[in-house]
């Protein structure tokens, strides 16, 4: 049983865990088979960030140790590529600190995407920041096929996250890269201090807006950041919010990316048995990552589970 409507995620919620999970996993297998979506980022320009989010080390709001530098020459970029296609990831994104990328660095990042298709033969995206509808567009001439772009969190929340921007700005980019013809990934952080009725809401709205890929972050709590103090969720919290995206999304990949290693730790296999299927390896923006060799092992493991 996957959830469509109100009432149905309400039903749902009133389960047990153990219940929950085998559900999603059910909806999962019958969804997707065993297909398993691997992805791998660059922090391609880090630091100095003008937006306030509160659980990020490279706003310049904060005093923090987040390295501090510029958008990185083509050689690295392409490196940072290839290493991801031999490391197995599907898709290589591009991400860059910010509100948005403007002016030369945008130049710059469109004519990446182009040579990184044409040199190394991995599907590029993109974490850009807010852009307009016409740069979205000349990104997808350019190559990229999807834009990554979080809500972060539910729209009755976002105003205790961030403040510099507006939970409306961040839907409207999604839409525009939308309108310009592209894929989209969008997700959020868990443990931001929301509730489980904010992580449904935010499922909610992404469900309208029928994105292709949902990542699930979960809240590392970092020195210099006003979120450093935050309790971490237990980890029956997470595996039911899991189990809940995926049965609201029973056809789309449900990825884990940052903080999946510490808020999970040996409950990582438990996720995907929670109902996600995908994961982002080879470190993240300013945290190192598991060995992707043990994240293969892991992903071989649970496609025989699944596979019965």
Same mark, same amino acid.
């Given at each position: ?72 020459? &083509?050689?690295? /970029?392409? =490196?940072? *590529? %290839? ?8 898709? !290589?994104?591009?991400?860059? @600190? ?73 839907? &409207?980019?999604? /839409?525009? =890269?939308? *309108? %310009? ?8 952080? !868990?443990?931001?201090?929301? @509730? ?6 935010m499922a909610r709205t992404l469900h ?101």
């Open positions: 049983m996957s959830a469509s409507s109100p009432a149905e995620i309400e039903a749902l919620r009133k389960l047990p865990l153990a219940e929950l999970m085998a559900r999603a996993l059910a909806v999962k297998v019958a969804h997707r088979g065993d297909a398993f979506a691997l992805c791998s980022i660059i922090n391609a320009k880090s630091g100095k960030c003008s937006e306030d989010c509160r659980f990020c080390v490279q706003s310049g709001h904060y005093q923090t140790d987040a390295p501090v530098y510029p958008l990185q020459d &083509e050689a690295a /970029v392409l =490196a940072a *590529a %290839a290493e991801a296609k031999r490391i197995g990831a599907e898709h !290589f994104s591009i991400v860059t @600190s910010g509100r948005g990328l403007v002016g030369r660095d945008l130049e710059r990042v469109i004519a990446l995407v182009a040579k990184i298709r044409e040199s190394v033969g991995i599907k590029v995206c993109a974490s850009l920041g807010i852009l307009s509808r016409p740069d979205l567009e000349r990104l997808r001439a350019a190559g990229l096929c999807r834009y990554h772009h979080n809500l972060e969190t539910s729209r009755e929340f976002f105003d205790r996250v961030v403040s510099t921007h507006s939970f409306a700005e961040r839907v &409207e980019t999604i /839409v525009a =890269a939308q *309108a %310009a013809g592209l894929e989209v990934c969008a997700g959020g952080i !868990f443990g931001l201090g929301e @509730s489980e009725d904010d992580r449904i809401s309208d807006l029928k994105v292709d890929s949902v990542p699930i972050n979960i809240l590392i709590p970092l020195p210099g950041t006003p979120l450093a103090g935050v309790e971490p969720l237990p980890v029956a919290e997470i595996l039911r919010s899991i189990a809940l995206y995926r049965l609201i999304f029973p056809d789309l990949p449900i990825r884990l990316a940052a903080g999946r290693e510490t808020a999970l730790g040996d409950f990582l296999s438990s996720a995907l048995m929670a109902g996600a299927d995908g994961m982002m390896i080879g470190g993240y923006l300013t945290q190192r990552g598991r060995a992707p060799e043990a994240d293969h092992r892991l992903v071989a493991e649970i496609k025989r589970i699944w596979r019965g």
